[in-house]
């Protein structure tokens, strides 16, 4: 069944690939996928959007240019690395020019949103940004009937809380992945299975220095995380969600952890370098510093999933509120959401795809940067696992259940965060 | 075709407005001056010093916690946060402050001598060859010579293979990412800015000062004491005012060449991070005093006759 959809939804796009390839400024939504985007496009006032304004039902006419805030990695033109192109034939068939600004962390990319508008069109916003431009009215409601593919996003991704608030859509998921431990296969032949190895000061003085740690204050939901798990006493339910004593207890953790660190990582850039040149051997990163260590071949790392869990980001496609080129947005939603496209991303940006339609491709057919089995390997279709990571989101002095408003809010992380480095 | 012929000879008794205006303003000496100087005088006015007072009156406001929106009330509420909490703030204003007079007297040390050189020893081609070399590092990106010390300090770097070579292993572990990197970038970094004005300061001793200094029985080391350092000592502390002051306000070099964090960074985090603008404004104000202190200082000294 899902083979067959994305089977036929990779042959719309080849016909349609060919047929815009003389130039013509369609957006490709309205000459994606036949019969049901028209259909649903039409009843677009049955979807769950309960906003007053009613949302457009059609994408209009692209407006010849898009400028996406994003995630290095969300948006390639083949420059990077030449399998792996989606921006371009988006431009050659919407008639979006587009330009991207990478931010380096969530905060990056909201003052961003904040301070340009009628600048950026949209955001890959991570769950920590997302609630934040949601509630200052940064970014505008969508009619996911606009995006053919919506339907094949899995479906603990189709409205979740990090994008989707009573019932409105803020946008589209795009993909999700965990923080993982990175480690060294040299300087760690054996394979590290607890986050107490970048916590524990027992076990870290056999590499003291060698340690790298997020520098962004979300990273103290990671020690929370293990402080869940090690300190039960502590009642550590949410690790965004944390009280005055959880938080204290978090933030000692890594204090204690600071003189270990040889240096934090706020660029991915820069947790590259040190893991290739030798001043980190361990530590929490991405799946795509993984697969850049590993493809420059300088060193090898290894990557897991420590048995206390782990903190991760699931990733939304958002338009600005203040968009100068919204149909352009619209239309680079719905072509980002396309198996295809989400093949490539999801191998580029090494993560599980939000639609679970471009699995077959990815187990099967994998591009430089996948490998068979993708899906499964990232569990991109497995709700327990998704379940299993806490997702970077605002903590707020709402804790969101009966303790009330007794949780610590992110302007004080952002405070403790400052002290922790300041060591 | 008229404004050819409007200076003729002819035309002088019925003056154009153009003319009659030129003529006012050359009765008019200081105005003549004034109108030229408005621009400039008017931009650093308005644009820097506006934008100063605005930055020093956000200091007494606040962020509510909820909205994140900037309250508009009078309030010492930032800086009493940065008093109560010495253990981040005042341990960040106390690095910078060592690391910036530690990369201050080892440039003067450093610079001495080579400006010394220029002024006094070197030939004239010589010193033309000395003043491009000491120049010629101002031409490359600031970026690119931070990222090549680290290149060069880093943990397996360009120095540590040295060593290694020689059968001295571990200097890349003494580097690495470390407050001692940060002041060897900065020494590197800031070293023109202290040579240029202690050349210039050196260069306006006249000989006949150390020609009197010898005749009077005065050796090399007592001229050097008594007459060379007390006459150099303004264009010193004028140089010292550049590597001080840049040191203090940089948030670069730290980020990307040590592990720790200066008054910079904080500001930075503050408005990046945490869109806190009144505290990084209230922060802002610790350089501030302190390069008022530090100038208030140099001034006392006559550095400003150097400049």
Known sequence: MKVRKAAAALATVAIVAGACSSGATTAPPTTGPSGTSGATASTGAGSPTASAVPLPTAIGPGEGALNLVIWPGYAENGSNQKDYDWVTPFEQQSGCKVTTKTADTSDDMYNLMVQGHGQWDGVSASGDASNRLIDAGEVAPINVDLIPDFKNISPFLQSPPHNTVNGVHYGVSLGWGANLLLYNKKAFPTQPLSWGSVFDTAQMDAYKGKVTAYQGPIYIADAALYL??????????????LTQDQFNAAVDLLKAQHPYV?????????????????????????QYQVNTINADKKVEVGSLIPTEGATGWADTWMLSAYAPHPNCMLAWMAWALKPDVQKQSAEYFGEAPANVAACPQLDTNPGPYGFKDFCTLFGATNESFYNHISFWKTPRADCGDSRGT????YKDWVDAYTAILAG | MSAISAPGPQAAPAASPRRRLLGWFARHRRLQLGTLLALPVGWLGVVYFGALILLLLSAFWVVDPVTGQIVRDWTLANFQKIITHPDPYLVIVARTVVIAALVTVSDAVIAFPIAYFMARVASRRTRNILAVAVLIPLWASYLVRVYSWR????????????????????VGDIFGYSDLSMTVVFVYLWLPYMILPIWAGLERIPDSFLEASADLGGRPLMTFRRVVLPLAMPALVAGSIFTFSLTLGDYIVPQLVSNTQFIGNVIFSQLGVAGDIPFAAAFAVIPIVIMGIYLYA??????????
């Open chain 1, 406 to 409: 007794t949780c610590v809010p």
């Open chain 1, 228 to 241: 869940a798990d090690k300190k039960p006493e502590l009642g550590i339910t949410d690790p965004y969600e």
């Open chain 1, 262 to 286: 040889g240096k934090y990582w706020a660029s991915y850039t820069d947790e590259i370098d040190n893991f290739e040149n030798g001043t980190t051997t361990i530590g929490t990163g991405w």
């Open chain 2, 151 to 170: 290149l060069i300090l880093s943990q397996n770097g360009l120095l540590d293979w040295f060593f290694t070579q020689l059968g001295i292993p571990g």
């Open chain 2, 298 to 307: 140099a001034s006392r000294v006559g550095a400003f006759e150097a400049l």
